[in-house]
Every structure is written in structure tokens, then in C-alpha cells.
């Protein structure tokens, strides 16, 4: 049975860079890694739904901050065999954005903390009634807002697309799912959490160390 590690974060954060790096060096110990992402774009529904709703499309859909959390949390159930089947077969499956950013992102379009209501509702839903896989460490990897903006931005320059989405744009709202990610790590939601805070100068290898240890 393997370990299900998440990196969590903000847009343009540089999860998926991390991602990449951290399995790279895990191969490279003779580890066998499984890499997922979520939302799964272009492999489920539920995440092309959610991409065309924060690109403006099917009306006030994206308005709705349950109705989006919805979609998020349908596209995991749907991996469900697939994270199940990923864990017993790897020594780690590493997920870029899982339950957490669901519980972040809806508290803070909520102007909730994350002790209100809303990362409740997230909690009894995807772990309580869908029964997902809680993770063995939540890593979150801080960097200031302005950072990720920036970062979130040039990526999207570089992949020809115009502009950040909705939620990447808004950036009251990453100052709050900032503050609410903190709590969570800071009460332990759901899993132990480590937190990186200069994600700026992120080394895979030291970070492979401390996972391993
Ligand atoms: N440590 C770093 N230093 C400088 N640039 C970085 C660093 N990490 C990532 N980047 C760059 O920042 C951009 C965003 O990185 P990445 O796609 O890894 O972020 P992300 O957190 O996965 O974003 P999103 O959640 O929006 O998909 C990319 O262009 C990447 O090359
Ligand atoms: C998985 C997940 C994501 N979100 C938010 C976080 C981002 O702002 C967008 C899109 O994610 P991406 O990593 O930039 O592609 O969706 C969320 O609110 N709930 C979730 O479960």
C-alpha cells in the first residue's frame, strides 16, 4: 500500500513545477510514483464543465460557489477506482490539488474561515458521503499572492491563453484562500500538513527526505 501525498496551493503557486520535480527525485531513489492533477481537464466532464464556467460560459454557473464545488468534488468521485488502484500500486501517488483546494477556494469565496460552514459541507461530502482517499501529508506551498499572480499570468501568456481564469484574476480572493489554506494546515485538517513557506527556493531533494523520513 502506497502513500497518497498532496501538494496544495494557490494559482501559479508553482504546485505542478514542484509536482514534477519531487517525482522526478522519488524515480530517481527507485520509487514508484503515480502523478495526478485535479480538476482532470479534457478526462472528465465535470473538470471541462468547470474550465468553460470560469472562462465565462453556461451563464451563472460559475456564480454558484456549491454548485462549482460540486463539479470539483464530482470529478474526483469519478477517479475514485483510479486513486484507489493508484495508491495500492505505487509507493507514492502525488496529486497537485485535491479535497483541500475545494475546502480553500469555496471558504474564501465564501468570506468563511476555515472553521465555518463551508469546509464542514466539504468535509461531509467528499469524505463522509463520496468516502475519498485521505491523504497520508497535505503539503502546502506558500508564496506570496503577488508572486503567484505573476507567475499564474506568464504561464498563461506562455501557453497562449488570454488572461488568468475567474478565480486566478481575483486577487482579494487569493489573499483569503491564502489565509484559510494556513488554517487548515495549521489545525491538521483531515491529514498531517507540512507548510512550505518560501516556495520560492523549493528543493525536491530535501523535500524527498523529509516525506521519506
Ligand atoms: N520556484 C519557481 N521559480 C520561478 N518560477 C516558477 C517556480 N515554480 C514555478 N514557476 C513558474 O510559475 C508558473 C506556474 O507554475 P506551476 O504551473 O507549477 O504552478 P501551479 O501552482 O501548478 O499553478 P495552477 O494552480 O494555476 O495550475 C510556471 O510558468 C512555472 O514555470
Ligand atoms: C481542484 C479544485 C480547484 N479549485 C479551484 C482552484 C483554481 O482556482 C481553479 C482551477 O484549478 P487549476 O489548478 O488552476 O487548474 O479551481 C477549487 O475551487 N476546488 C477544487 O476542488
Redesign the pocket.
Known sequence: MGRLIVIEGL?GAGKQTLADGLSAELRSRGLSVGEAA??RYGVDVHADL?AEA?RGQHGDLADSVHG??VL?ALDRRHSLDWLRSGIAEHDILLLD?Y?A??AA??AARSWEKADGGFVEWVRQLEVDRFGMPRPDLQILLRVPTAVAAERAERRESANGDGGG?R??SDSSLQERCDRVYLELAESSWWSPWRVIDDATAVDPAGLADRILD
Open positions: 494559482d485535479f480538476p468547470i470560469l462549482m464545488a470539483y490539488r479535497v483546494s475545494n477556494y469555496g481564469d478565480f486566478e
